[in-house]
Every structure is written in C-alpha cells, then in structure tokens.
C-alpha cells in the first residue's frame, strides 16, 4: 500500500509524539540512471538522478512539509508562515490546505517563477509579496513568529530536516548502500544539512556507508564559497537566489565531514545543464535543480573530482514546470504554419533528424 514518508520512516525521524499525520503521500521519487550524461562527463561510473520534481507539489520540500506540518497541527497550530524562493511556499501552502490550515508565504517580488507562484495561489495560501530578497522575508518571519502564535515551516524548523532526511534513506535503500558521492543545490542550505543527517543516520541503524557531498551555489549567490553574506543574490536559479543560508555553518561542515565542497557555478553552466538533462534525458528540472549537475561536471572536468567506478547521485530538487518562462527565453518560439502538406513538408524536411 502506498504510505506516506512519517508511516514508512517515521521510526527513524525526531518527531515529538503529538505529531499528528498531514501527508499528500510524498516522497518514493525515482532514482534515474542517466548513461548519457555520465558519457559526457567522461564515462566510466554511474550517474543517477534522485528526481524530487516528481512529489506532489513539484519539489522536495513536501518531504519536510509533511513532518513540519504533521508537527504544527499536533500541538494546535492554527496557521502557518514561511519566507519562500517559491517551492516552499508552494509546499507550505499544499499541506497547510490539507490540514485545514491557513498558510501565509512571504516571498520577494518578482523573483519567484510562476508555477510556484501560482501554486501558492491555488492551494489558497495568503501570498505576500515584499520589496527586498528571501534574506529580507526569513528575517520578518521569524520575528513575526517570535511575536505571535504562527508556526514557522522554514527550514530552520527542525522537523522539515528531519523530514527531509527520508530522501537519504529512500537512495540507501534503492541502491542497498550509499552512494559513493552526492551532489546537490544549496540555497537556504537546508537540503545538503538533511541528507547528511539522513545518511549518518542510515549508517548508524543500517551500516549503510557515507557519500561524500558536493553542495553547489550559484555564482551570483555563493555566500558558502566566498566565506561571507551576499548583499544583493543575483541568479538565473531563482530557487536558491540567497545571500544568507539560515543552516550556511551546518552545510559546511557537513561537506568538511564527508570529505566534499561546496563549490559554485555560473548561470550559463546550470542553463547548459538544464537544457542538456532535457535533451538527452527526457528529465527536465528547474535551473536550480540542474547546478548539482553542472559542479558535478565542472568538477571532473577539471580533474579535481575522480569519479571512475564509482556511484554518483545528483539530487534534482524542482520540476521543470515550476519555470517554464525560463524555456520560452531560452529556445526559439515555435514555427506557425498553413494548414496545408506543402507546408508541413518544408518545415519537416528541412530540420535536421538526431542521431540515437
Ligand atoms: N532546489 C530548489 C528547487 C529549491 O527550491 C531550493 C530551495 C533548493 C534547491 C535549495 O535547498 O535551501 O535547502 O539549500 N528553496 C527554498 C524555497 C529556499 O523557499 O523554496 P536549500
């Protein structure tokens, strides 16, 4: 039968006993092997991709949702609130609308991509748009938090990482063991701070082995590589466009334990990525999700990673339908033609046909 991530993981996870059970049956996303990709990179290991955009909302964060909001409902929470890049809020709203919640998502203005967007709507959360970044959002949801009975679902919250720890247990388990490496976005740094406490866990009750981990910033928003805060986050990747992790010191030193980086990549390299997992993979991701990947490449390229014989999970975190205005920006409008067989004829023959 199918469960959700607190029935079948729950015995693994910190959650007080008044947690109740809020669950959109997340989590069993697949784990993909991506031949083609790993061929391009040099060949030689696998390459497989944990496809988060495959939960109920899209993202991975229905994975922390369901504890935190299972959590929040227990103890008599009336409403939630989460500042929010955009997968979150669509998360938080999700969950909150299956709780009976009321949800509140503060996200900053015009830098979230639609289908996140629009989803916080649909889901009915109060979407409040602020004139500054995510940084600015997290820093009044938490006071506002402090102030009033609302249950903070960021991921400062402690059971959204110990929900998201069941994507470290969900790998071991497919692949009987650990990977060898992870690689993964970091944003907020949230993610990268769960899964090491997934898979220390995992190795604890099971023996499961450790991965090394390779977080990945994007340039423009790489306060983990610089060493300090980013004023002013700029990047294509909208979902981890933050120039202060609330969990920046825990990723480090997660990284630093498992013999990883964290590393950053520029907006061409995650684009390049994106259209390259969607082109010769059939797995379309959103930016963000794609810079795992592209450090992942940059690193062996550069001959500083040896992944030979070796197992390698990229965590792709959002699916690709979350932003689909980046696509119209970046591949030719399609072609209108006459209704006739001339023209589709002119049209077909002239473009060229792929080699398998
Ligand atoms: N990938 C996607 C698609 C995300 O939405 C996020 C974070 C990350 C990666 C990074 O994860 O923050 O745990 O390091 N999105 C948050 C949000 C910030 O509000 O949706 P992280």
């Given amino acids: 039968m199918t469960t959700g991530l607190l029935d079948r993981y729950g015995h693994l996870l910190d959650l007080p006993p008044h947690t109740a059970r809020v669950t959109l049956l997340e989590g069993g996303t697949p784990l993909i092997p991506t031949p083609r990709l790993a061929r391009r990179m040099g060949g030689g290991f696998d390459l497989l991709i944990k496809y988060e955009g495959l939960n109920p909302t899209g993202s991975f964060k229905d994975r922390g949702m369901t504890a935190a909001v299972s959590e929040a409902v227990g103890r008599g929470a009336k409403r939630v609130i989460c500042a929010s890049t955009g997968n979150t809020a669509a998360s938080a709203?999700?969950?909150?609308?299956?709780?009976?919640?009321?949800?509140?998502v503060l996200i900053p203005e015009g830098k979230v991509a639609a289908?996140?967007?629009?989803?916080?709507?649909?889901y009915g959360a109060q979407v409040v748009q602020i004139k500054g970044s995510f940084?600015?959002?997290l820093r009044l949801v938490v006071e506002i938090t402090r102030r009033h009975p609302i249950a903070l679902v960021n991921s400062i919250n402690p059971y959204r990482i110990e929900g998201q720890k069941t994507a470290a247990f969900e790998i071991c388990d497919d692949l009987g063991a650990a990977p060898d490496l992870l690689c993964l976005p970091v944003g907020n740094a949230g993610n990268i701070t769960a899964y090491w406490g997934g898979f220390k866990r995992y190795d604890e009750v099971k023996g499961s082995g450790l991965p090394r981990l390779l977080g990945v910033q994007a340039e423009g928003?790489?306060?983990?590589?610089?060493?300090h805060p980013v004023e002013k986050p700029e990047t294509v990747a909208t979902a981890i466009r933050i120039g202060r992790p609330a969990r920046g010191e825990e990723a480090l030193r997660a990284a630093e334990e498992s013999g990883g980086r964290i590393i950053a990549v520029s907006d061409a390299q995650i684009l390049e990525m994106q259209r390259l997992l969607a082109q010769e993979e059939g797995i379309w991701v959103e930016p963000a999700s794609a810079a795992g990947l592209a450090g992942l490449a940059q690193e062996v390229a550069a001959g500083r990673l040896d992944v030979r014989g070796k197992r390698v999970v990229a965590v792709c975190t959002g699916h690709g339908l979350k932003d689909p205005d980046i696509i119209s920006r970046a591949t030719?409008?399609?072609?209108?033609?006459?209704?006739?067989m001339d023209a589709l004829e002119e049209i077909v023959l002239q473009s060229e046909e792929?080699?398998?």
Avoid at 93 to 104: F, H, I, S, T
Avoid at 221 to 227: D, K, M, N
């Fill in 93 to 104: 709203a999700a969950y909150a609308a299956r709780a009976g919640l009321g949800c509140v």
């Fill in 115 to 122: 289908g996140k967007l629009a989803g916080a709507r649909a």
């Fill in 135 to 137: 940084d600015d959002a």
């Fill in 221 to 227: 928003a790489a306060p983990l590589v610089l060493g």
């Fill in 332 to 340: 030719p409008q399609p072609k209108v033609i006459a209704p006739t």
């Fill in 354 to 356: 792929r080699q398998p």
